[in-house]
T-cell receptor
Framework: AQKVTQAQTEISVVEKEDVTLDCVYETRDTTYYLFWYKQPPSGELVFLIRRNSFDEQNEIGGRYSWNFQKSTSSFNFTITASQVVDSAVYFCACKRGGSEKLVFGKGTKLTVNP | DAGVIQSPRHEVTEMGQEVTLRCKPISGHNSLFWYRQTMMRGLELLIYFNNNVPIDDSGMPEDRFSAKMPNASFSTLKIQPSEPRDSAVYFC??????????????FGDGTRLSIL
């Protein structure tokens, strides 16, 4: 069975700081997919990014970037120059290849203060 | 494009009453998921459907919970009889291309259920 651990329960930063959210996953599968979701105070869950286990290329999308390291089973998410609107709970999730079941971490609550 | 639509957004009812939550997935999506979110247990998958067929209901807490998907554009999650411990936010999500694994699930805004 898969497991996703987000060790940081809450993070508080000041606007314009960079912030990295940690995610460690456990899976025995060779093919799997990793996701980050955002849940703002309004409550909806918003898909942010997806990575495949066979593609370790890290990318940058605007103020978001991620670091996927298979050697350490980590899939960390970084927000550059944080803004107050980034305040939300961020969830990391994992899904094995061929399955529809998404396993979520407990989430990290990010507060960006002005 | 319309996202996943859930109704109602909020539901407050008394213990013992039947509760029905509704979901309309994104058009063209073949997989539909029901989740429950609580502070204690986080996000839990209750059941999911591929092409309107229930595939895995191992997350359904007990017989009081049932889910149906009569067609590709509608699903219900029913709790009968409801209990205070069922109070939670219930999310519906949908995704395309079942079996490929790499498709993200897109979530509705959720139904906040309170059982008094």
């Amino acid at each position: 069975a898969q497991k996703v651990t987000q060790a940081q329960t809450e993070i508080s930063v000041v606007e314009k700081e960079d912030v990295t959210l940690d995610c460690v996953y456990e899976t025995r599968d060779t093919t799997y997919y990793l996701f980050w979701y955002k849940q703002p105070p309004s409550g909806e869950l918003v898909f942010l990014i997806r990575r495949n286990s066979f593609d370790e290329q890290n990318e940058i999308g605007g103020r978001y970037s991620w670091n996927f390291q298979k050697s350490t089973s980590s899939f960390n998410f970084t927000i550059t120059a944080s803004q107050v609107v980034d305040s939300a709970v961020y969830f990391c999730a994992c899904k094995r290849g061929g399955s529809e079941k998404l396993v979520f971490g407990k989430g990290t609550k990010l507060t960006v203060n002005p | 494009d319309a996202g996943v639509i859930q109704s109602p957004r909020h539901e407050v009812t008394e213990m013992g009453q039947e509760v029905t939550l509704r979901c309309k997935p994104i058009s063209g999506h073949n997989s539909l998921f029901w989740y429950r979110q609580t502070m204690m247990r986080g996000l839990e998958l209750l059941i999911y459907f591929n092409n309107n067929v229930p595939i895995d209901d191992s997350g359904m807490p007990e017989d009081r919970f049932s889910a149906k998907m009569p067609n590709a554009s509608f699903s219900t999650l029913k709790i009968q009889p409801s209990e205070p411990r069922d109070s939670a936010v219930y999310f519906c999500a949908s995704s395309s291309k079942p079996g490929q694994g790499n498709q993200p699930q897109h979530f509705g805004d959720g139904t906040r259920l309170s059982i008094l």
